[in-house]
């Protein structure tokens, strides 16, 4: 083994320590699941048990029925994007920022300002993954807080939530040049520690935003016409894809697609609309 060689594979072997990860294995060349086989990451009805107590701010969800696999599960054949990551024992948000440090991993680093973590309550019911920092999360540090990001914050409403409530994050977490799509990379790379984000927040429900955020958990090259809406089974957490508030902005017909993938949400939650108040004017 020459001099370069051993020199990347004492870089890749410092990353993975960085990353925290103890043992893994993972086969490249996996072969499709066979027809009619489940996939991990196949649809799912139902709702998962949960630990008793669970909050999602002030007031406590009620807990849900066990999961059921449906008769027939849609299978999921492509490679993930990124590493399967392993449990670490007693991670945190804290340890996983504090891994991330001032990251120079991918290209990404090179046009950020800063990197976006992740933010909102450490204990949520509920998740948001969205695609990457744009420029006004860039600028802030956090998570949704452009337009797009003023929108989300109507659609949590919405359901009876308020933002604080949710936790919110990105499959990477550095702004892509020009707002553009992540690279596989660039996600490879990032999304180890997204993963590690939602094995410690352990999310009753985790509603991924945009194509780029579904392909990346699910395992999958399908678009977001071909899973939005559905319920999928990720790391024992269930998973829901729907379109990313930056499609409603240019496509304003859609919110309505999504109010009703946010409302099978709030089923799952056992939330209800909050009620409108005020008098009306008279006519």
Known sequence: MNEKTL????????????????????????????????SPQAPIEGAANRS????????????????????????ISAQSLFEPVERVENDTLERIRGDIGECTRCKLHKSRSRIVFG??????????????????????GLP???RAGKLLTQMIEAMGLERKQVYICNVVKCRPPSNRTPERDEMSTCGPFLERQLMVIQPKLIV??????????L????????????????????LLPTYHPAYLL????????????????MAELGLKPPRKTGRRTSE
């Open 7 to 38: 020199a990347n594979l004492e870089a890749r072997l410092r990353y993975y320590e960085d990353l925290r990860l103890g043992p893994f294995y993972r086969s490249r060349a996996a072969a499709p699941f066979a027809e009619g086989t489940h």
């Open 119 to 140: 933010d909102g309550n450490p204990r949520a019911e509920l998740a948001f993954v969205g695609e990457g920092p744009g420029e006004e999360e860039d600028r802030q």
């Open 208 to 217: 991924c935003l945009g194509s780029v955020a579904a392909q990346a958990l």
């Open 52 to 75: 008793a107590g669970r909050e999602t701010g002030a007031a406590a969800i009620p807990q849900r029925q066990a999961m059921v696999e449906p008769a027939e599960p849609v299978t």
């Open 250 to 265: 240019r496509n304003p017909s859609a919110k309505g697609i999504v109010w009703e993938d946010l409302q099978k949400v």
């Open 144 to 146: 949704f807080v452009g």
């Open 219 to 238: 395992a999958t090259g399908e678009p977001m016409g071909r899973v939005r809406g559905k319920w999928f089974a990720w790391r024992g957490m269930k």
